[in-house]
């Protein structure tokens, strides 16, 4: 019993990581993620875990893909509706 439970936490980090992991790919790697679905998706990388200084920025949609600068661990992701 104590051998299941063991693998039962296991299996639950490993699982919970995959999905933390999922969810910092840059958004050209991100399931969904094409220009005519009518969002531009904006990823902005940070210096600190302040997010005081922008060090790069991906962004991907309406107009195209940009990139600039450097990625870093400490991101700002949001979405916006594409205008026509």
Excluded: H
């Excluded at 875990?49 to 991906?58: C, D």
């Amino acid at each position: 019993m104590t051998k299941k439970l063991a693998w039962t936490g296991i299996t639950a980090i490993m699982l919970a990581g995959t999905a933390i992991a999922g969810s910092t790919l840059p958004a050209q790697a991100q399931p969904g993620r094409d220009s005519s679905s009518g969002f531009e998706y904006v990823t902005e990388y940070y210096s600190n875990s302040q997010l005081t200084t922008i060090v790069g920025y991906y962004e991907f949609g309406c107009a195209g893909t940009y990139r600039g600068g450097s990625t870093s661990s400490y991101i700002r992701r949001w979405t916006l509706t594409c205008s026509s």
